[in-house]
C-alpha cells in the first residue's frame, strides 16, 4: 500500500486491498470481541460491528446462518429480534483457538514426541476426518496411519479425538529418541514432516502491512470505532496466519523466526487499542441487551498481560 497519513486512510486502503471474507471476520469477532462480554450478541447489535468493514446486512445474516448450521452459533428469537450466542462446544474451541492467539511464542521442547497410531484401521472417512483434525493442531503425517507433533497438547488432543469419535479407537503415545542409537537429526525430521514457508511468508507479509500502523498510533489517538476496527484487523489477519502454524517448539524453528517479530508486533497493537475498542463493543452490545457485562479479568490476561 502507498503511504498512509491517517488511521481513517490506512484502514480505508487496507479493506480496499484485502477486504476479509464476511464468514471469517464475524468468527474473529465473535472470538475476539464478543466472547469476552458472555458470547452472545442481538443482530442489531452485530450489524452496527460489522457495517464499517463492508459487511451489509444480508451478508451478515448469510454468515450467521452458516456458523450456524456448522455449530458455530446458536440462535434464537423475542419477536422480530434475533440474537446469536456462541455453542457451549464452540465456546471451546473457541477458547482454545484464541488462547494460541494471544500466547507469548515460548514452547521449549522436552525432546518427546507425542504419536497418534492405528488410523490404518478405521474407515475411510474416519481416516479422512481424524487426518484433517490433525493437521489443522498442527501434526504431521510422518508414516500412513502415524501422525507425530514434538509438543502435542493432550487436552487439545483429548477434546479432538472426542469431537471426531475417536477415542478408544486409535493408539496415543509419547516417544523419544534412543539414547546411544546414531540416527537421523531432529532438524531433518522437522523439514521432511513440516513445510513451514508459508506460514514464514505469512508472518513476513503481517509485519509488512502493520508495522506502519505504529507510526500513525504514535501521531494520532484513534477514537473507538477506529481502535475496534484496528483491533478487529490486526487481530483478523494474524489469527489466519497464526492458526496455521503448527505451534512447533522454540529449538526446532529455523532461526529468526518471523513468528515473534509478528507475535510483538500483534501485541502491541493490541495493546495501543484495546481499551478505546472495548468502549465501542460494550456500547454497541449494550444498545441491544443493556444488561451485557464489561469484560472479565480474563481479558486483560492476553498476550501476556494488558495495561
Known amino acids: 500500500m502507498q503511504k498512509i497519513n491517517s488511521l481513517d486512510g490506512w484502514i480505508a486502503a487496507f479493506l480496499a486491498a484485502e477486504p476479509p471474507r464476511s464468514k471469517s471476520l464475524v468468527m474473529t469477532i465473535f472470538g475476539d470481541a464478543i466472547a469476552p462480554h458472555g458470547g452472545e450478541a442481538w443482530l442489531g447489535s452485530l450489524i452496527e460491528l460489522l457495517e464499517p468493514f463492508g459487511v451489509n446486512d444480508r451478508l451478515l445474516r ?30 471451546r474451541r473457541f477458547t482454545r483457538a484464541f488462547r494460541r492467539v494471544y500466547a507469548p511464542l515460548n514452547l521449549h521442547w522436552d525432546g518427546s514426541w507425542t504419536l497418534v ?23 504431521s503425517m510422518i508414516a500412513p496411519g502415524i501422525a507425530s ?66 507510526a500513525l498510533l504514535a501521531a494520532e489517538t484513534p477514537n473507538p470505532q477506529q481502535a475496534f476496527m484496528l483491533r478487529t484487523l490486526v487481530i483478523h489477519a494474524y489469527r489466519r496466519v497464526q492458526l496455521h502454524d503448527p505451534q512447533l517448539p522454540i529449538e526446532l524453528l529455523p532461526t529468526p523466526w518471523p513468528g515473534t517479530v509478528a507475535y510483538e508486533l500483534a501485541r502491541e497493537l493490541y495493546q495501543r487499542t484495546h481499551r478505546a475498542s472495548s468502549e465501542h463493543i460494550l456500547a454497541a452490545l449494550q444498545r441491544e441487551a443493556p444488561f451485557t457485562p464489561p469484560s472479565g479479568a480474563s481479558f486483560l490476561t492476553r498476550f501476556g498481560g494488558l495495561h
Request: proline content about 4%; glycine content about 10%.
Open 149 to 214: 507433533h514434538p509438543a502435542g497438547d493432550a487436552e487439545a488432543l483429548d477434546a479432538l479425538l472426542g469431537r471426531t469419535g475417536m477415542r478408544g479407537k486409535v493408539y496415543v503415545v509419547q516417544a523419544a529418541q534412543l539414547p546411544g542409537v546414531e540416527s537421523k537429526p531432529l532438524s531433518d525430521l522437522v523439514a521432511e514432516g513440516w513445510d513451514l514457508s508459508e506460514v514464514i511468508e505469512g508472518y513476513e507479509r503481517f509485519v509488512a502491512r502493520f508495522s506502519p500502523l505504529l
Open 62 to 91: 448469510t454468515s450467521v446462518f452458516r456458523l450456524a448450521q456448522e455449530g458455530w452459533l446458536g440462535s434464537q428469537r423475542d419477536g422480530r429480534r434475533s440474537s446469536y450466542a456462541i455453542t457451549p462446544e464452540a465456546m
Open 117 to 139: 497410531l492405528g488410523a490404518n484401521s478405521l474407515s475411510a472417512a474416519e481416516r479422512t476426518a481424524l487426518r484433517k483434525e490433525l493437521l489443522w493442531e498442527g501434526y
